[in-house]
């Protein structure tokens, strides 16, 4: 453990909020409005309301998703509620009034929740506090503690009209065996019938960990406090606490002067804290009780809190990070057929996502307005206009960096790619970044601005052309035939004004530009349609880019790539390239150590191939791997890598960008991803985790097991660790008594992570967690676990042991013994020798044979404590 002290604290909770405020909730389905007082509980676990019934509804904070307040709340559309809102007046002001609260399991499960305050503006500042509490990390990084308190709270919430807690409440919350909640509740001298109920004040705290403990027993627990109490003693002192950190819940690696161990003068504090019994607390003990409750504390937490909070120097160009990225956002389903929607923009920008995909089609008359859907399908379609809006309004709600906007533009019509250049100034303004930065001119070797640079702005990716003057919308005749602008590069290819073309230069991008014809005239020949339906998809088809739309694009210019050579040759840091799936992964395989390096100058972006009709996604590590930054998934779709990608971008302050390795940003450093062996500066991790044991994993009683997993580079472990069965189908508190699982040879920590999932016999998941590697600590955490959708689970939970350490080979085991403590070691060796003595009669050569020997090319011998270079040196110096 680093710290005695949780880093982040939980979210403070306003008095307004908790004292409540008056609002008419209202339905559109059902055309009821209901005066309701709505508030938050004074922990912040619970967005609830209450009619005039006494009747409540609850939120759980961490199922909100989005609120809305003025012109972006709901508008009624059913006569009679509008009617009741005097909404046909002209001074109904019921705008600055309107409060909409977004809650739903994922993105597009959605349940919109809306209320109507009496006063003006009191909807503004209840939108914005609620989605505050929301958004705070430690609201879906709780402690196991946390989680624990929310159920007592909404116990002691949801009482009867008589105001008490009723029983069946209890079979409610706990299913999976309702023998051991009666059980449980006899055990605390309280009423265990269905139709009981219970004083809420013969239900305090105390009680209700009491309860807890006996329908939940932690006899692994148990264990450990035994093996570190004292003799014969039903306690542990403070003194046998101080050892129990600094042994086994503090990182072996950690600098002892920079994060100095636990001092039992400190430990007391912990036990004021957890320890139930006054008496104890007075004496410095804490007994087993009150160790279960410290191991659940925000002290004992799975994840480092600093790498939650924005840790990271965002001042690198802007190719330096990984950036959360989305593949055609508006779809809400299947690439084929579905609904499109505006608000899957609002979702995936609000879950931290940075770049999000339009795909834009001419609009029919009479209105021609421009469109956006997935084209040559049976999806639906949105209006282009609907669309900014939706990113006009969520774009910065939780992260201030910059969203990128990539167009795939099909728009053929002058007039409308004007009309969708208006609408991103109009509705974007001052956050639409339309020149180039002063410092930062677009010229080749001039690295991009930084995320910090380019804060709060909204960036263009489409086409860019030259023109030769100003051009009119309306004005197709200044347009050379079929559309194209006037351009000075070769067969139309968008030319740079300072880029010098050679022969050779020519002749590649003529090559391209052959591959590439487009058909603008709206009909497609047969090569063209086959080219839609290939893993490319409508991407190769796109359109010119007029001047209107050209003119917004600078620092992301789309073009097509065509060698590593000639990219690095060009170094245009403005400049980037897409690629499928497909493509990338035969460039990685081909020439991973030119892909890494090309991602250092600039940026791309990978995404699905056009085959996944269901909208299922690839896994992104291996392109996180080659450093590639857009790694564009289908958030619609929560599989694996979608969940993988979540919970990474969960870090860092939830900004959306991820600053890569040292050696992915440096051109003077090496770096293949598919190297097995070492990594140059870079200390591997060996990671053991033990299962011991898992609490309410399930609201039935069934047999469960445990998969552990590690994402990484190629070289990493690549085994998928599986505990047996639980003994009996004991879903609430069952224990595996397995060996650990061990990773030996993690080759870099930074782009690892570690999966853990529970599932149920037959296969049915449970609740999983995805955490990096660097996030990890050392010792014994209960392990909060996630749904499918990344949302945090209330009731459910493991029990593990982490131990990461520098990985050292076999060969040098002896050695980092000896460093690590001599005397100890020597004291061994010398024990050693004797015992050799008396069978061989002679003594070894004292030490030669613990320093491992190596060979230098001549042939002869070197200490390996000698040498200056290699990886395993660095391992033993930097872990002492």
Not at 474 to 482: A, F, I, T, V, W
Not at 799 to 822: R, S
């Given at each position: 453990m680093s710290q005695l002290n949780p880093v982040l604290l939980p979210p403070v909770v306003k008095a307004y909020l908790t004292q409540g405020e008056r609002f008419i909730k209202w339905d559109d389905e059902t055309s009821i409005a209901s005066p309701v007082i709505l508030r938050v509980d004074p922990k912040g676990y619970y967005l609830y309301w209450t009619y005039q019934s006494k009747e409540m509804e609850f939120l759980d904070i961490t199922s909100i998703r989005d609120t809305r307040f003025g012109k972006f709340a709901k508008i009624p559309k059913s006569q009679k509620l509008r009617e009741v809102f005097n909404m046909d007046f002209p001074d109904n002001h019921f705008l600055l009034k309107a409060l909409t609260v977004v809650s739903?399991?994922?993105?597009?499960?959605?349940?919109?929740?809306?209320?109507?305050?009496?006063?003006?503006?009191?909807g503004k500042d209840w939108a914005e506090?609620?989605?505050t509490l929301t958004k705070h990390p430690m609201t879906a990084n709780a402690p196991r503690s946390t989680f624990l308190d929310k159920i007592l709270v909404k116990l002691k919430m949801q009482l009867n009209p008589e105001g008490k807690i009723p029983v069946k409440n209890f079979f409610q919350m706990f299913p999976a065996d309702r023998k051991r909640v009666e059980a449980a509740l006899s055990a605390c001298h309280l009423a265990k019938g269905k139709n009981d109920t219970i004083n809420p004040e013969d239900f305090?705290?105390?009680?209700?960990?009491?309860?807890?403990?006996?329908?939940?027993?932690?006899?692994?627990?148990?264990?450990?406090?035994?093996?570190?109490?004292?003799?014969?003693?039903?306690?542990?002192?403070?003194?046998?606490?101080?050892?129990?950190?600094?042994?086994?819940?503090?990182?072996?690696?950690?600098?002892?002067?920079?994060f100095p161990p636990a001092r039992p003068e400190q430990v007391q504090a912990l036990i004021d804290k957890y320890e139930p019994s006054g008496i104890n607390v007075q004496r410095g003990q804490l007994s087993p009780e009150g160790m279960v409750w410290f191991l659940c504390g925000p002290e004992n937490s799975i994840l480092d809190h600093n790498v939650l909070r924005l840790h990271q120097d965002m001042t690198q160009p802007l190719n330096h990070y990984f950036i959360n990225s989305s593949h055609n956002t508006y779809l809400t389903a299947g690439q084929f057929s579905g609904l499109s929607s505006a608000e899957m923009y609002r979702q995936v920008l609000l879950?931290?996502?940075?770049?999000?995909?339009?795909?834009?089609?001419?609009?029919?008359?009479?209105?021609?307005?421009p469109i956006i859907t997935h084209g040559f399908t049976m999806t639906t379609d949105i209006l282009f206009k609907e669309a900014i809006e939706a990113i006009a309004e969520s774009a910065f709600k939780t992260s201030p960096y910059p969203v990128i906007l990539s167009f795939e533009n099909h728009v053929d019509s002058p007039r409308q790619q004007a009309k969708m250049a208006e609408y991103c100034r109009t509705m974007f303004g001052d956050t639409l970044l339309t020149e180039p930065l002063e410092k930062f001119p677009l010229k080749p070797g001039v690295p991009l601005p930084s995320p910090e640079d380019l804060r709060g702005k909204i960036l263009i990716k489409n086409k860019k052309n030259q023109f030769s003057g100003p051009a009119?919308?309306?004005?197709?005749?200044?347009?050379?035939?079929?559309?194209?602008?006037?351009?000075?590069s070769p067969s139309g290819v968008p030319l740079e004004d300072d880029t010098v073309w050679t022969g050779e230069d020519r002749t590649e991008a003529k090559e391209v530009v052959d591959e590439e014809e487009e058909e603008e005239s709206g009909s497609l020949d047969e090569e063209e349609i086959k080219k839609m339906q290939s893993d490319e998809g409508t991407a190769g088809l796109e359109v010119t880019a007029y001047e209107e739309m050209s003119s917004l694009v600078n620092y992301i210019q789309p073009t097509k790539f065509i060698s590593f050579e000639f990219s690095s040759q060009k170094n245009r840091s403005y400049v980037i390239s897409?690629?499928?799936?497909?493509?990338?992964?035969?460039?990685?395989?081909?020439?991973?150590?030119?892909?890494?390096?090309?991602?250092?100058r600039q940026m791309s972006r990978v995404y699905p191939k056009g085959t996944r009709m269901d909208s299922s996604n690839y896994m992104p590590q291996m392109f996180w791997n080659a450093g590639c930054q857009m790694v564009a998934l289908n958030f619609q779709t929560m599989d694996l890598p979608m969940q993988q990608n979540m919970a990474l971008f969960e870090f860092n302050g939830q900004s959306g960008y991820l600053l890569k390795h040292e050696f992915m940003r440096r051109l003077d450093k090496q770096f293949n991803p598919f190297s097995v062996d070492s990594i140059d500066v870079v200390v591997a991790t060996t990671l053991s985790i033990t299962v011991i044991s898992g609490q309410f994993l399930s609201e039935r009683s069934v047999r469960t097991y445990v998969e552990v997993e590690i994402f990484g580079l190629p070289g990493d472990p690549k085994r998928r660790y599986r505990t047996k069965l639980s003994p009996t189908t004991n879903s609430i508190n069952p224990v595996w008594k397995e060996e650990p699982f061990v990773f030996e040879k993690i080759l870099l920590p930074e782009l690892a992570s570690l999966r853990i999932a529970v599932m149920e016999e037959g296969n049915r998941f449970l609740g999983h967690r995805i955490i990096p590697i660097n996030a990890l600590r050392s010792g014994y955490h209960h392990l909060c676990l996630r749904s499918e959708s990344n949302m945090p689970l209330t009731m459910p939970a493991l029990?593990?042991?982490?131990?990461?350490?520098?990985?050292?080979?076999?060969?040098?085991?002896?050695?980092?013994?000896?460093?690590?403590?001599?005397i100890k070691?020597?004291?061994?060796?010398?024990?050693?020798?004797?015992?050799?003595?008396?069978?061989?009669?002679?003594?070894?050569?004292p030490f030669s044979s613990v320093i491992p020997v190596a060979r230098q090319s001549n042939g002869a011998s070197v200490p390996a404590s000698n040498r200056s270079t290699g990886t395993k040196r660095r391992c033993l110096v930097q872990s002492t």
């Open positions: 739903g399991p994922d993105m597009v499960d959605l349940t919109f929740h809306n209320f109507v305050s009496y006063k003006e503006n009191v506090d609620v989605l305090p705290e105390s009680v209700y960990k009491s309860f807890l403990m006996s329908l939940c027993p932690r006899p692994e627990i148990d264990e450990i406090f035994t093996s570190y109490h004292a003799k014969a003693k039903p306690y542990m002192t403070k003194e046998h606490l101080t050892k129990f950190i600094n042994q086994k819940q503090r990182d072996s690696r950690l600098n002892s002067l920079l879950s931290g996502c940075r770049c999000v995909e339009l795909d834009c089609w001419k609009g029919k008359p009479p209105d021609e307005e009119s919308p309306s004005c197709p005749d200044e347009q050379k035939p079929g559309g194209e602008p006037e351009s000075n897409s690629f499928t799936e497909l493509k990338a992964y035969e460039l990685l395989s081909k020439a991973s150590m030119q892909f890494v390096d090309y991602n250092k029990f593990v042991f982490l131990e990461m350490k520098d990985y050292v080979p076999d060969t040098w085991a002896d050695l980092t013994v000896a460093l690590a403590n001599p070691y020597f004291n061994a060796q010398d024990k050693k020798s004797m015992k050799l003595k008396e069978v061989t009669g002679s003594l070894p050569e």
